[in-house]
């Protein structure tokens, strides 16, 4: 039987992966700024996990850094990219396992849901926990919304087909510049400018400095964790929720968009399809649901935004959306599946691909409609589309679906809900975060594995996680 992954691709694999350890241990040491500023004197909680990390990174970049190709495919990149989210998962999870005294299963549950922008905590109380923890939390989410992967090349790694290569396994396709590597340093500037202003907004409407600092970080990142159990909800602030709004709708949007806006004096912004898309959606649901619900304005607009945003935020306790007309429960539902731009922070589908899946829908109709043999050609932003994208963007919602119903069954099976267990198969695989109840730290440890599987999965978009899976089992063939 043919084999498709040799040792030479694995010791590839854990030789770039070296890079990636060595970034995630430094993430793991940030928090320490707030533990010595704070007085905690946890230092051995970040110091650990972090060293670990980086020894290991270390090890893997000597010992096959002259022993391997320096040729790496695509299909490296997919397995390197999910291997680095699966070990930034499993230290983070020591973090939180030896700061705050809970299970391992729990902390990797935290750290997954951090890193994949889902949100859902497993805490049942945030406001207890050490500022280190909280702003740890938040760092993960914050480079986690850029992507782990894509942030320690932007910092580490040398420009050449690496860099391009891993940049392409977390599902990003979108140039800023020719160079990858430059294009990584355009994307990180563009969003370290609007988490600064992000903070000094929050600081201005009058939150403290440290919660303004950690909700930036979850906000622009479309994580949605916060510092107060309430959420945003806390602050009971129009000013500070319509912040909200406005830096959830910006990470929602292609970097590419963000940073063409001062050279076309904020034309790419109105002219692109994704953002207009997001925009009338969220204020035609908003008016719809308006008329149907007696939600208070202000919270359905930002309901409605964190759900299409995937940011996952709210400002309504959960067991008041709990109890709303299913049918807003339904559009939100909706407004989760679909997700929003490609090239942004965001989970779910992404309106590129339901664009083009809706696209290719119209076109089947028209063919049929038209003379016989006639072929209507399919344009996006005044492009031709080409007919390999078209049966991507349906493979992959299909494949998206089949998890969404597998993890439904299984929340089902467990005596959940089905209309509340659908609700969160679809938050989970989307990283959306929004929840109605589900989510705690007494569910059954399998629903928890599986929970961050589809977290896991929704954030690299599927395919690299079924190709390293694949390769795992192709070491074992004889």
Not at 25 to 31: A, K, S, V
Not at 344 to 372: C, D, N, Q
Not at 458 to 471: F, H, K, N, S
């Amino acid at each position: 039987m043919m084999r498709y992954i040799t040792k030479t691709d694995l010791l590839i694999v854990a030789r770039d992966s070296g890079y990636l350890m060595i970034g995630i241990g430094i993430m793991c040491l940030f928090p320490l700024i707030m533990d010595i500023f704070y007085f905690e004197f946890d230092v051995i909680s970040f110091l650990i996990p972090g060293l670990i990390s980086i020894s290991l990174g270390f090890i893997c970049k000597r010992y096959f850094e002259n022993s391997t190709p320096k040729k790496i495919r695509l299909k490296h990149g997919m397995m390197i990219s999910s291997f680095a989210w699966f070990w930034a998962g499993l230290i983070g999870g020591l973090v939180f396992m030896l700061a705050t005294n809970i299970s391992y299963i729990d902390g990797v549950f935290e750290s997954v849901s951090a890193l994949t922008g889902t949100g859902i905590t497993i805490y049942s109380d945030v406001e207890i926990l050490p500022h280190s923890i909280l702003f740890f939390r938040a760092i993960e989410q914050w480079i986690g919304g850029l992507g782990v992967v894509v942030m320690v090349i932007g910092v580490l790694t040398k420009p050449g087909a690496v860099s391009s290569k891993l940049y392409q396994s977390e599902a990003r396709d979108e140039r800023i510049k020719p160079s990858i590597k430059t294009t990584l340093r355009k994307t990180m500037e563009i969003y370290v400018i609007y988490t600064i202003i992000g903070i000094a907004l929050y600081v201005l409407a009058g939150m403290p400095l440290f919660d303004s600092i950690c909700n930036t970080f979850t906000i622009i990142s479309t994580g949605g964790m916060s510092v107060k159990n309430a959420n945003m909800g806390y602050y009971q602030s129009d000013i500070i929720y319509f912040i909200t709004i406005v830096l959830m709708i910006l990470g929602a949007t292609s970097f590419l968009v963000h940073y063409k806006v001062i050279k076309t004096k904020g034309k790419s912004l109105i002219q692109d399809l994704q953002f207009k898309i997001i925009i009338c959606v969220i204020a035609f649901v908003c008016v719809m649901l308006y008329f149907v619900s007696n939600i208070v304005p202000i919270e359905l607009i930002f309901t409605v935004t964190s759900a299409i945003t995937t940011t996952g935020a709210s400002v309504t306790p959960v067991n008041v959306m709990a109890g709303w007309q299913p049918f807003v429960i339904i559009c939100l539902m909706c407004l989760m599946l679909t997700g929003g731009s490609s090239g942004s922070t965001v989970g779910a589908i992404k309106l590129v691909r339901m664009i083009t899946f809706f696209k290719g829908i119209y076109r089947h109709v028209r063919e049929i409609l038209s003379p016989e043999g006639r072929v209507v050609p399919i344009k996006y932003n005044g492009r031709k589309l080409p007919e390999k994208a078209i049966s991507q963007s349906g493979n992959y919602i299909t494949l998206y679906m089949m998890f969404i119903m597998f993890t439904w069954a299984l929340f089902c099976l467990c005596g959940y809900d089905p209309f509340k267990s659908l609700f969160t198969a679809m938050s989970l695989q989307g990283n959306n975060g929004l929840d109605l109840g589900i989510m705690s730290t007494s569910i059954h440890p399998a629903l928890k594995v599986v929970s961050m599987f589809d977290m896991w999965t929704g954030r690299l978009e599927i395919y690299p996680v079924l190709i390293t899976i694949r390769a795992f089992f192709e070491i074992f063939k004889r």
